[in-house]
């Protein structure tokens, strides 16, 4: 096998039709990212000037997080206008300038789709508050007359995802309560009505208004729960199911049939454009059967796969779930994706140590049960990513995971932002300690992610040594790492599915597979050191911790030869 090489990422990204087919993809939080202003959040000039980095690091594409203009009352996941930039993170002009920059460099951008709900602030929303109850402003939102004797209790028993009842009543122009409207998420975040054909007219407008300007692609969020059932009927939700994810019964706000034409008039869309532009679908669906269905051949192009990111640091769990994935995605003809961590989720580096349950969205802080070892979930999170990144499909990275951040679980009380903290009073952490700026240079002001030494959420202290220069600097880091199985994986073309995988069998606590004719790969998930079942002289082409000869320790994954 060749060593390593240096990629091209220019010519990389030129090659193909469908580059999104094995493409790795870099989340970009921009509020915690890089902030070029001073104001303690991050902002798109800060990405511009930070995307020789991500080149470094390798990576072919990146998706932004919302960025659009918002009162951020879900740190922008409440929209209240589509096709401008909020002031806090820059101008129209500003994302221009950092589409080109990326494009320039070989890295296709990907923008954030809020399709579900606007913000409260919306245009759309001040004039159906402002409208009678049947108006056509109100028929773009979900506005329901209450129950009981005087309208005074919810239209139905549905709960928001952040916690609290999902309806909101309003105060009517006679200045007495009058309908509710439904919110999936928090009472800022009004849900579209999408059997209404207006909300589809005006969301074509969107989607072009970004394509044209010369996006790769979208990330769709809540892609499965634009359309609810007829008559709304009540639901109670499983306690023990992922707050997004509801059981395997029909849940009537999520998975409902009718959302997929949404997504084929989409397509449409977009195959009106050059260049692949590609649809990625935040579905959070109890089965990768059913995630599956969100990828067919005239419907989005990606789906997470959550259920990876969801399954234990368990070897047999993890064949199963990749076999699994495989098969789905591609019985739709669809590639697999692969993904530890987000925006909404406890960090990879910590969840995969935690001794207690975590469902999404919940966090962690200083009293959550079955605190994480660091050591220890850095080490798992380590030979988790070199496992990910030795598999067939596109692989979504988080901001932070290449230097190996843990989920920052000290944040004091009064410092907390998520809704989901204040609409639990507290019982739920929620997601701020995956989202504290990143730390860039150790000894400056806020690591260096702002010139003022301002961070919107505080970064703990002891990040300093995660700092992207320390890394840099240390061939043992975390980004070094990633640096090198990215290039790698690049050179192997392992994210290509026409780059056969064989498992093999090496016992119930290694996860070992065959990829092409002579790269393997072996996860050692076990607690006893595993010895290489092979003959002939290995050589390491890449390791998640030091490797002793044909000796894998615990919680390590390599990648190797035999010459
Ligand atoms: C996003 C969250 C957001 C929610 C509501 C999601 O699933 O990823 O960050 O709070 O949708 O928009």
Known sequence: MASPLVVDHAARSEQGSEWWRSAVIYQIYPRSFSDSSGDGIGDLPGVTERLD?????????????PFMRSPQKDAGYDVADYCDVDPLFGTLADFDDMLAAAHARGIRVIVDLVPNHSSDQHVWFQEALAAAPGSAERARYMFREGKGAHGELPPNNWESVFGGPAWTRVIEADGRPGQWYLHLFDSSQPDFDWSNPVVWEEFRRVLRFWLDRGVDGFRVDVA?????????????????????????????????????????????????????????????????????????????????????????????????????????????????????????????????????????????????????????????????????????GSAYLYQGEELGLPEAIDIPDEARQDPTWFRTDGERYGRDGCRVPLPWVADAPAFGFSPSGASWLPQP???????????????????????????????????????????????????????????FVAANLGTEPFALPVEGSVRIVASSAPVDGVSVESDTTVWFVID
């Not at 987000?342 to 910590?350: F, P, T």
């Open 224 to 392: 499965h729960g634009l359309m609810k059932e007829d008559g709304l009927p009540d639901y109670t939700p499983d306690p023990d199911a992922g707050s997004m994810g509801g059981d395997a019964a029909s849940v009537p706000y999520w998975g409902q049939p009718e959302v997929h034409a949404v997504y084929r008039d989409w397509r449409k869309v977009l195959a009106e454009y050059d260049g692949d532009r590609a649809l990625c679908a935040e579905a959070w669906l109890p089965t990768i059967e059913k995630t599956a269905l969100w990828v067919r051949h005239d419907e989005m192009h990606q789906a997470f796969n959550f259920e990876y990111l969801e399954t234990e640091w368990d070897a047999a769990k993890l064949r199963a779930v990749i076999q699994e994935s495989l098969r789905a995605y591609s019985a739709v003809g669809a590639p697999s994706t692969w993904v530890l961590s987000n925006h909404d989720v406890v960090r990879h580096a910590s969840r995969l140590a935690l001794t207690a349950e975590n469902p999404q969205g919940h966090g962690i802080g200083p009293h959550s049960p079955g605190q994480p070892i660091p050591e220890v979930g850095l080490r798992r999170a380590r030979a988790a990513t070199a496992l990910m990144l030795a598999l067939p």
């Open 461 to 519: 202290a002891e990040w300093a040594s995660h700092a992207r220069d320390v890394q840099e600097a240390d061939d043992a880091s975390t980004l070094r790492l990633y640096q090198h199985l990215l290039a790698v994986r690049a050179g192997e073309r392992l994210g290509e599915e026409s780059v056969a995988l064989e498992w093999l069998d090496w016992g119930v606590d290694v996860v070992a597979l065959r990829r092409g004719e002579r790269l």
């Open 53 to 65: 980095d991500l080149r470094r690091l390798g990576v072919d594409a990146i998706w932004l997080s």
